[in-house]
């Protein structure tokens, strides 16, 4: 059975550093991973998609890498803002279109 | 475009009581999903749809939970004789369509959530 671990569970930083979540998965078998925003109340925004072959992924501020082989990948946000304060969320899809998720990341970034 | 959208957003209901939450795709999408994210958890998997049929039930918890999607739109989840446990952030997602291979995927595009709190 699949399981999704994410460390740390909460983060609060100033504003301006750059930060790194980390995501850990224990069936290397998957087929992509996706890495979301949830704030308060609301659903999930997608940020990254990264397909099983693929390394790496970049949008905007935001990377997140994929190491398959040994199950992680990290999301990297650079110069955090006040408005990047959400619960972040690491989603592999394992078996067919079933997303597993993690327990999520809360990050605060203070200004 | 409009997104997912779900509603209500809020149901509150007695112990034993039944409910139903409804979720609205986005037009055209072919594949919808439920999930169930109780407090400081991720979604977890509930079911999901291709098209009118389940392709994949496995994630409902008991036999308590029931969805439909008799038109291929829009999807009701429905809760029979509901229980405190049941109280969490029902989600719904859809995606463009699968081809039916595992190799194959089409992002998740989730909705607002239904807040269920039963009393």
């Known amino acids: 059975k699949q399981e999704v671990t994410q460390i740390p569970a909460a983060l609060s930083v100033p504003e301006g550093e750059n930060l790194v979540l980390n995501c850990s998965f224990t069936?290397?078998?998957?087929?992509?991973l996706q890495w979301f925003r949830q704030d308060p109340g609301k659903g999930l925004t997608s940020l990254l998609l990264?397909?099983?072959?693929?390394r790496e992924q970049t949008s905007g501020r935001l990377n997140a890498s994929l190491d398959k082989s040994s199950g992680r990948s990290t999301l990297y946000i650079a110069a955090s803002q006040p408005g990047d304060s959400a619960t972040y969320l690491c989603?592999?899809?394992?078996?067919?279109?079933?997303?597993?998720f993690g327990t999520g990341t809360r990050l605060l970034v203070s200004p | 475009g409009a997104g997912v959208s779900q509603t209500p957003s809020n149901k509150v209901t007695e112990k034993g009581k039944y409910v139903e939450l409804r979720c609205d795709p986005i037009?055209?999408?072919?594949?919808l999903y439920w999930y169930r994210q109780s407090l400081g958890q991720g979604p977890e998997f509930l079911i999901y749809?291709?098209?009118?049929?389940?392709?994949?039930d496995s994630g409902l918890p008991n036999d308590r939970f029931f969805a439909v999607r008799p038109e291929g739109s829009v999807s009701t989840l429905k809760i029979q004789r509901t229980e405190r446990g049941d109280s969490a952030v029902y989600l719904c997602?859809?995606?463009?369509?699968?081809?039916?291979?595992?190799?194959?995927?089409?992002?998740?595009?989730f909705g607002p959530g239904t807040r269920l709190t039963v009393l």
């Open positions: 069936d290397s078998a998957i087929y992509n």
């Open positions: 749809f291709q098209g009118t049929g389940a392709a994949d």
């Open positions: 997602a859809s995606s463009p369509r699968t081809s039916g291979r595992k190799s194959s995927y089409n992002e998740q595009f």
């Open positions: 989603a592999v899809l394992s078996g067919f279109q079933k997303l597993v």
């Open positions: 990264i397909q099983s072959s693929q």
């Open positions: 037009s055209g999408h072919t594949a």
